[in-house]
C-alpha cells in the first residue's frame, strides 16, 4: 500500500472502468481544456515528454504528434482500465508509451523530459510536494511543466449542481478538506505555488481559463450520468438506487435551465499553470 493507495483503489474501480468506457465522451466535453494545456506547454518537434495521470491517453496521443517520430512521449498513470485504452489509442505510434504507475513515486529516468505535462492529473496526491519533487527529477535542466487543473468547486457548476443534488438527500457531511486529494486540490494559487516551488520548480505562472462544459445531450441523460462518474458518483456510491433515483429527477429539472443548443451546459473555470524547472 502506497500512500496513495485510496485514489489507486477509485480509479481501478467503478470509476476508472466508467472513465475507459466514456473515454470519447469525456475527451470531448473537455476538449477545450486539453487544447489549452497543450498550447501553453507548445510541444516542439523532437521533445520528449512526460503526460502525469495520463487516462485514456487522448493528451499523450495529441503530445505524440506534435512531437513527432524524433520526440517521445511516456504516458504515467495508476489506472489499469484507462491505460488498456490509452494502449490501445497509442498503438503503432513508435514515440510513444505508457506506463502504469504512481507518479509520486515512479522511477523516472533523470533528467530526461523537455516537458512534463497534465491535463487534470496531478491533484490527486496525498503528498503533493513530495510527488513534484519526484516528478522534478524526471525534467532537464531549463525543462517545462504544464498542467491544467480546475479551480474552487464554488466557481465549477459541473460540480456543484449534481454535488448539491445529491447532498440534499445525506445526513449533513463535514466540512471537506479543501486540500484534501482530488479534482479541486490545486485550486488555490498559492498553495500550489509553494507546493512546485519547494518541489525544484521555478514560481510558476497561473493563468485562468474559464471554460464551459457540455455534460450531457439532454438533462436526463446528462442528470443520470451525474450519478455515474464524478463528485456526486463519490458521495452516493453506497447509497440505494433510490436514492439515486431521487438526486437524477432532481438534477434533470436543474439542467433543464441550463439546455443550449450543444446539450446542457455549464460554466467550467481552470487554471493553466506553467514553470520552468
Ligand atoms: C481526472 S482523470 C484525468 C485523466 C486524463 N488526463 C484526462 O484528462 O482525461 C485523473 C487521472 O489521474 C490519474 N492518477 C491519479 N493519481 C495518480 C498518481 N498518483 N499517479 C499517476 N496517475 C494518477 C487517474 O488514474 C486518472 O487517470
Redesign the pocket.
Known sequence: MTD?AD??AY?NAAS?HK?AEDAEK??AM?AEM?AVAIAAASPRAGESVVD?????G??AVALANAVGPEGRVLG????AP?LEVARARGAGRGPLSFVE????TAHFAAASADLVF????VM??VDPEA?FRNIRKVVKPGGRLAFICWRTLKENPFATLPMGAALKHLPPQPSPDPNAPG?FAFADPVRVGHILTAAGFQTPAFAHFDSTMTVGRTPAAAAKEAVLVGMASRLLANEPQAMKDQVIAELTEIYERHVTPAGVTVPAACWVVTASA
Open positions: 496513495n485514489q489507486i480509479w476508472g472513465w469525456l475527451d473537455m486539453a502525469i495521470g495520463c487516462g485514456a487522448a493528451t504515467v498513470d495508476v489506472s484507462m504507475a504512481d507518479a509520486a497534465s491535463k487534470f492529473g490527486f496526491f510527488a479534482p
